[in-house]
């Protein structure tokens, strides 16, 4: 698929441990794929597989058409990677900086100063060019990492972590940018813990456990995919941490929670296992005065599909 980035059963292990296995997903032209999973769960080795950091052991992974393994060299001309930390050079400017990436790229001449210009003005640094890179903040630091990956027009973007330790306002700037990349046409592969931001931003997502995928496609998708779960929202008066143990020693009830001022959990049931679980637990003396389904988002599908063990 043209300007897609395409991972074909891709499979690393470092010794006995298998950091990532099997995965597969596509990412296509103008689409934001939110890449979640727990910690240790196979997102960065998956990253760098695709940036062609790593190589994996069996699999391949495709970028506009190209291999990674067969053609590296090409491959990463397409490629805008944004890692989760960057090297911060003392006594450099951001237009220093960025000029110093865009002639290892190869661009010269009059086409360097365009490119550098064009970058510049889409991430708003155009007021703080002169200012040295150690003074800025993380915002703007955030900002720059991206300006740098985006000199040599990539077709695909992975982005590891890139709202990390950003402030809220930061964030929200952060999320534009990367929504207006896919307007034109990129295909963004980006990791996050923050779901409620990826949900704001993302069109489809991947989740990784283990190295191996639980899921991939639209939020909605994969929670009709995980068949027989309904989640529900209750709040009681006795309080949420007395409802969530009572709500835990109950059949059918799965990864129940505190959510604000009750409990969110999965019910496997029936509608008459439901009928009988809110009467026990009107029966018990909780005080319940609110249990109703809830409309299943981001979190509720992560929790639903991963079972937070580490490799």
Do not use: W
Not at 68 to 96: C, K, L, Q, W
Not at 99 to 112: K, M, Q, T
Not at 208 to 221: A, L, M, N, Y
Not at 260 to 274: I, S, T
């Amino acid at each position: 698929m043209k300007g897609a980035l395409e991972v074909r059963a891709i499979t690393k292990r470092f010794g006995a441990l298998t950091a990532v296995d099997a995965v597969s997903f596509t990412v296509a032209p103008g689409e934001i794929m939110g890449f979640i999973g727990p910690n240790g769960a196979g997102k960065t080795t998956t990253m760098r597989i695709c940036s062609t950091l790593e190589l994996p052991d069996s699999g391949d992974v495709r970028v506009d058409g190209i291999s990674v393994t067969e053609h590296p060299r090409e491959a990463r001309a397409r490629i805008g990677f944004m890692p989760d930390s960057y090297g911060a050079y003392a006594n450099t400017t951001i237009h220093e900086y960025l000029d110093f990436f865009a002639r290892a790229y190869g661009i010269r001449g009059d086409a360097r100063r365009s490119v550098l210009e064009r970058v510049i003005e889409f991430t708003s640094l155009g007021d703080l060019r002169e200012k040295h890179i150690d003074a800025l903040s993380k915002g703007m630091k955030q900002r720059l990492c991206l300006a740098k990956t985006l000199l040599h027009d990539p077709a695909v973007l992975i982005l590891d972590e890139p709202a990390a330790g950003l402030d809220p306002r930061a964030r929200v700037e952060l999320r534009e940018l990367v929504k207006a990349l896919a307007g034109m046409g990129k295909s963004i592969l980006i990791s996050s813990h923050i779901l409620t931001e990826l949900a704001e931003m993302c069109t489809t997502v991947t989740v990784i456990e283990r190295g191996t995928v639980r899921g991939s496609g639209s939020v909605e998708s994969i929670a009709r995919g995980v068949s027989g779960i309904q989640r529900i929202y209750a709040r009681s008066i006795a309080g949420a941490e007395r409802l969530e143990r009572a709500l835990l020693e109950l059949p059918f009830v799965k990864n129940a929670h505190i959510e604000r001022e009750g409990v969110a959990f999965d019910f496997e049931g029936d509608e008459a296992a439901a009928a009988s679980l809110l009467a026990t637990l009107a029966g018990a003396g909780l005080g319940l005065c609110e249990f109703a389904p809830k409309t299943v988002d981001l979190e509720d599908v992560f929790l639903s599909l991963t079972e937070g063990r580490l490799q």
